[in-house]
């Protein structure tokens, strides 16, 4: 088998069947450090000798005292220029992007290549709303100084169920095609004749789906080969003649690299999408000996304390009350007080204009062209602002429910439509109580980090929730 057709992430799953494969042969023969050792090095491109705990841990304390050492960037409660939306996937994050920040940004205003993209295009340098999956390695892009950081958490164990199941979700729509062939051809030609973005072009789906849907088209044509569809078990969890199952799904090496202890990478920023150089070297090392995540824990909990917001799925309703009277608040602020000071300038242009017109009626049809057209931006930006000023706290979260609701049920038919294609798979709440807590002790493991973060961020939402209270009543 060659590697050289394998992605990043088919390649790390190799490597690690090589790795473990070869050490467990290796050591019956007396030999295992060696073979340890040589497969770990070819992966991430480093001596023999530079791979034994010591190494890995000078590395991780390199990075986590560096990132330590990071001064804080004063008035965390204070919006700055630019909103940086910190988005973990499968926290309910695309909700807060569409029934929240839509409602408060202009489309004008978000960063170019912002929303579901994989890098970030800085061309834009006046942009004011940045919202994707990228890691938080993206402040290495931005002017820190000027740019407020949120997000939302997640309980560990419930993210690794959703993402499971959306990964499935989305690769299950492809079954509509007779083969894996056919619909890895159609999924490449119809993103680029639309223009828009694929789920396909995302982090982390860009691996998760193409890897369910190999797996999903491959036990499909089993049963075909083998003429029949009988399900042995009665747990969408477990139906290993349809789909992969969890058990299985949270062992793989692909889960290892971007799942398990995924907020917290995603968060430190070293993630395999990170900008940073050494993050893949650093998240290898944490992967390996579990006792250096404590470092990138303390530097996930650094970043979130920097946060101007910091949200709980799990605590839908507060959160979102908080973000609206934290973050809306301000954004409805800035834009009344932005509003304002246009309207000031327009005025005064107006009468310049007024003036030089008197005095040189024709000078030059170019300036002419230009104030026009400058009159013409000026007047789209009191549109858009005006509906900012008509907006308020209130209004946004009624606007909020309405689109919320609204969403969900366009999700939830989509999913519906999407599981029919592996029926009887079909995942609910009720079925996640069923899961043995075998599989669940695994996942907590698994997700060691993440688990600890997450009660980080509790206490963290418990402070932002009475700090934003206490605002609250100050102003009646």
């Known amino acids: ?121 800085p061309s834009k340098q006046k942009c004011k709303l940045l919202v994707t999956h990228d890691d938080y390695s993206m402040m290495s892009k931005l002017p820190k100084e000027k740019t407020s950081v949120v997000t939302i958490l997640r309980n560990p164990v419930d993210r690794v169920f959703s993402t499971y199941e959306f990964s499935v979700e989305v690769a299950a729509r492809f079954l509509v095609h007779p083969n894996l062939t056919s619909a890895t051809r159609m999924a490449g030609r119809l993103r680029p004749r639309n223009g828009g973005v694929s789920t396909l072009d995302i982090w982390p789906w860009k691996y998760l789906v193409p890897w369910m849907r190999e797996d999903l088209f491959a036990r499909r044509d089993t049963r075909k080969f083998r003429g029949s ?35 917290t990478f995603q968060v430190a920023g070293l993630t395999n999408n990170s900008y940073y150089v050494e993050s893949h070297e650093v998240r290898h090392c944490v992967q390996k000996y579990k006792i250096l995540g404590e470092h990138v824990l303390q530097v996930a909990k650094k970043r979130l304390d920097e946060m101007l917001y910091v949200g709980l799925t799990e605590d839908h309703r507060e959160s979102a009350t908080m973000f609206a009277n934290v973050v809306g608040a301000q954004v409805i602020s800035q834009a009344l007080a932005l509003n304002s000071s246009e309207e000031t300038a327009a005025d005064s242009k107006s009468e310049q204009s007024s003036s030089i017109s008197d005095s040189e009626p024709e000078n030059d049809d170019h300036q002419v062209s230009d104030s026009d057209q400058k009159a013409s931006e000026i007047a789209s930006t009191e549109n858009l602002e005006g509906k900012k000023e008509r907006m308020t706290v209130k209004k946004l979260m009624t606007t909020y429910e309405d689109c919320i609701s609204s969403l969900r049920k366009t999700q939830a038919r989509r999913r519906t439509s999407s599981l029919k294609r592996i029926a009887p798979a079909n995942f609910s709440k009720e079925d996640r109580l069923h899961v043995s807590e075998v599989v669940i002790e695994q996942i907590r493991s698994l997700n060691n980090l993440d688990l600890e973060l997450y009660k980080y961020a509790q206490d963290i939402f418990a402070t932002q929730h009475k700090y934003s209270m206490q605002k609250l009543a100050s102003t009646v």
């Open 1 to 121: 088998m060659s590697t050289r057709s394998l992605n990043p992430i088919q390649g790390f799953g190799y490597w690690w069947f090589l790795h473990h494969f070869c050490c467990y042969r290796n050591y019956v023969d007396g030999s295992y450090n060696e073979a340890h050792y040589d497969f770990d090095a070819a992966w991430i491109g480093a001596s023999p000798m530079k791979n034994d705990f010591s190494h890995c841990e000078k590395i991780v304390k390199k990075w986590a005292f560096a990132s330590l050492e990071e001064e804080a960037t004063k008035g965390k409660h204070t919006l700055r220029d630019l909103l940086f939306f910190l988005h973990v996937p499968r926290t309910g994050g695309r909700t807060y992007f569409h029934c929240f920040l839509r409602k408060l940004y202009h489309n004008s205003q978000e960063c170019p290549r912002s929303y579901d993209k994989l890098r970030f295009d």
């Open 229 to 263: 569809n009988h399900v042995k078990s009665k747990d969408p969890y477990n139906m290993e003649e349809i789909v992969m199952p969890l058990h299985e799904y949270i062992m793989d090496p692909v889960a290892y690299d971007i799942v398990h202890n995924g907020a």
